[in-house]
């Protein structure tokens, strides 16, 4: 989390660009010439992905500290579609990005423990080790309680890792469970206090700890309350731009410095060409431009 | 759902096999010859978790219903291991398992609707269609809302699949979130209502929904009140054997019929062979023996 907060410090830029690829955002002369040369497979799908997040990954590497590649929308195109995942973490990484992998991973400990070393940690294979998947950071879902957190967090302090854990999310049915009045607190303030247990043994010079918070930029009055409760935590905060979350919205989850949040956009990034009507050999000029509007509304507002 | 009920009833035996291939789980003889023929490098151990779920598969077929690949141990092999979990779905498939691939994904509904895409339905390929992962049905986690689930629901609907929600999980750290109670009734109660709410119009003629729970066995006393709730779903019930769960603590959760509800077992068949000492070459024989006392142990208790 140090890395993150560093190279936001760097670039003025608390904002990361999330890599979510539907086929419809990639412009038609990429999909056309993978489709040529791949024919209607997983695997054109897969090369259209690539070229797509390194034309956007190359437009963005000066500006935007962090990347948070979507595992679902490489998933859903098989085995082609997560070699695709797997290349634009690599990729990201050599352009010198912050990864956040977008998993929302959770299960029991002994398993959890194997998906935390699929992420943040080392594969044991036959007495070498391998990394699986080598992001910085990897988004959890914490309704199986500590059991489920703690592989993480352990993994976070051997490796230097973070994690961001689901608290209030940015979706309109996310009070459903989160909002639910326990004793006179909400759910995801109970999750919040758990987040600062989960976290305090990783705190370091920063201030701020390794388990950051996903908690949406839909939600002013919550976010408000869990920024106060959570002085130590990285807020990972979707919903900014095409979810309906404005600058004002967001504002007062910063620090003083400017620090202690990271904003994403991804299909306002993405799709910035589609929504100028330009066409697609612009997108990486139009996702840039969107980039740097963006960062100027974020700090302009904090 | 309904397909794997009527395995249950055919067997006669209402219990999944857990895959959850860690490598110190798998014979030597089957790791050896994977390192000397692929090096230590994921490769071989993809081929060697082939090796061993075809094996496990081959000699449990023709007596247990179904089988539950889990995929954070895939994830932790990267690439390879994520073909390795491609592969065991397909072959699971070709041997007539019913296939629960637990995942436990869950998002925004936008996304969500790709993991759907990726697990219960088809993907758009440039005008054609394509399966990126084939199982029956996924376990999903339910902290998000019903925008999270919904788009799993019609999948089930549009593709006769179905998803398992995790309501109680078996682990020890599952009541801190799952049994804080709001008006009179804990969180994993509320979700088993959601449950019922979306599963309510995928009901068919055997009774139950297409949304099935996640209720672990080591809870039975929670167990038991979810049943009461919850009486047209499914029950995955992770927990039992190596977990602690017994048979008598799992018998209500059945129907007078012996229906509704389908025991997990991972390790106890895996493992099988290396608790009752024996050389790794005899390790079908045994999970297939572990299988038929887990089956006995359970019918004979319902």
Same mark, same amino acid.
């Given at each position: 989390?140090?890395?993150?907060?560093?190279?936001?410090?760097?670039?003025?830029?608390?904002?990361?660009?999330?890599?979510?690829?539907?086929?419809?955002?990639?412009?038609?002369?990429?999909?056309?010439?993978?489709?040529?040369? +791949?024919?209607?497979?997983?695997?054109?799908?897969? *090369?259209?992905?690539?070229?797509?997040?390194?034309?956007?990954?190359?437009?963005?590497?000066?500006?935007?500290?962090?990347?948070?590649?979507?595992?679902?929308? &490489? *998933?859903? &195109?098989?085995?082609?579609?997560?070699?695709?995942? +797997?290349?634009?973490?690599?990729?990201?990484?050599?352009?010198?990005?912050?990864?956040?992998?977008?998993?929302?991973?959770?299960?029991?400990?002994?398993?959890?423990?194997?998906?935390?070393?699929?992420?943040?940690?080392?594969?044991?294979?036959?007495?070498?080790?391998?990394?699986?998947?080598?992001?910085?950071?990897?988004?959890?879902?914490? &309704?199986?309680?500590?059991?489920?957190?703690?592989?993480?967090?352990?993994?976070?302090?051997?490796?230097?890792?973070?994690?961001?854990?689901?608290?209030?999310?940015?979706?309109?049915?996310?009070?459903?469970?989160?909002?639910?009045?326990?004793?006179?607190?909400?759910?995801?303030?109970?999750?919040?206090?758990?987040?600062?247990?989960?976290?305090?043994?990783?705190?370091?010079?920063?201030?701020?700890?390794?388990?950051?918070?996903?908690?949406?930029?839909? +939600?002013?009055?919550?976010?408000?309350?869990?920024?106060?409760?959570?002085?130590?935590?990285?807020?990972?905060?979707?919903?900014?731009?095409?979810?309906?979350?404005?600058?004002?919205?967001?504002?007062?989850?910063?620090?003083?410095?400017?620090?202690?949040?990271?904003?994403?956009?991804?299909?306002?990034?993405?799709?910035?060409?589609?929504?100028?009507?330009?066409?697609?050999?612009?997108?990486?000029?139009?996702?840039?431009?969107?980039?740097?509007?963006?960062?100027?509304?974020?700090?302009?507002?904090?």
């Amino acid at each position: 989390m140090k890395e993150l907060l560093n190279k936001i410090k760097q670039m003025n830029n608390p904002t990361v660009a999330g890599l979510d690829p539907v086929l419809s955002y990639i412009p038609s002369y990429i999909l056309e010439k993978a489709e040529k040369e +791949y024919g209607k497979t997983f695997k054109a799908a897969a *090369e259209a992905i690539l070229e797509f997040n390194k034309g956007l990954m190359d437009a963005l590497s000066d500006i935007v500290p962090a990347v948070k590649p979507q595992s679902a929308y &490489y *998933e859903m &195109y098989g085995l082609e579609g997560v070699r695709a995942y +797997y290349e634009t973490i690599k990729y990201a990484k050599e352009k010198g990005f912050y990864v956040i992998a977008d998993g929302k991973r959770n299960d029991i400990g002994s398993t959890s423990d194997a998906y935390a070393t699929a992420y943040l940690g080392k594969t044991q294979l036959f007495g070498d080790q391998g990394r699986a998947f080598e992001p910085d950071s990897l988004t959890v879902n914490p &309704y199986l309680g500590s059991d489920g957190i703690l592989p993480f967090v352990k993994r976070c302090e051997e490796f230097d890792k973070g994690i961001f854990v689901l608290v209030k999310t940015s979706n309109p049915s996310s009070g459903e469970l989160q909002d639910l009045v326990v004793d006179g607190e909400e759910i995801y303030v109970k999750v919040a206090k758990l987040v600062n247990q989960w976290g305090e043994s990783t705190v370091n010079e920063t201030g701020y700890s390794a388990v950051g918070a996903v908690v949406g930029a839909t +939600y002013p009055e919550q976010s408000k309350k869990l920024r106060a409760i959570m002085p130590k935590t990285v807020f990972l905060v979707p919903g900014y731009g095409a979810q309906g979350g404005t600058a004002k919205d967001i504002a007062h989850l910063f620090d003083k410095d400017g620090m202690g949040a990271v904003v994403n956009s991804s299909r306002g990034i993405m799709c910035a060409y589609q929504k100028a009507g330009a066409p697609g050999e612009a997108f990486c000029e139009f996702a840039r431009k969107e980039a740097i509007r963006m960062k100027e509304d974020i700090t302009s507002a904090i």
